[in-house]
Nanobody, 123 residues
Framework: QLVESGGGSVQAGGSLRLSCSVT????????MAWFRQAPGKEREEIAT????????HYADSVKGRFTISQDNAKNTVYLQMSSLKPEDTAMYYC???????????????????WGQGTQVTVS
């Protein structure tokens, strides 16, 4: 089960931190990802972390502004978002899934577990 929190409304240039609490996923190595979906647009993968190795990837749209991190003791993955822009407005989802070819996949279909989503609005 994945439970997200931390969304909300913020002015452009502001910051938010999203949290994703993971329970019941017992694999020692897997991929955690943050996706977002704006109205009328496809779901976009924006950040991934390989839980076993700590390898991280970002989409170009968020690189340098967003930071994904993990707290193994709390079984929680975070997304620190800074320098937010109106175009960051979307529903944000965390997802968990198996590695594909030893790396985090980039397709929503490759992730079997999803959080309920949390809205981020930047004005």
């Amino acid at each position: 089960q994945l439970v997200e929190s931390g969304g909300g409304s913020v002015q452009a240039g502001g910051s938010l931190r999203l949290s994703c609490s993971v329970t019941g996923y017992t694999y020692s190595r897997y991929c955690m990802a943050w996706f977002r979906q704006a109205p009328g647009k496809e779901r976009e993968e924006i950040a991934t972390i390989d839980i076993g190795t700590g390898t991280i990837h970002y989409a170009d749209s968020v690189k340098g502004r967003f930071t994904i991190s993990q707290d193994n003791a709390k079984n929680t993955v975070y997304l620190q978002m800074s320098s937010l822009k109106p175009e960051d407005t979307a529903m944000y989802y965390c997802a968990a899934g198996a590695l594909v070819g030893g790396s985090c996949p980039d397709r929503p279909a490759d992730f079997g577990y999803w959080g309920q989503g949390t809205q981020v609005t930047v004005s």
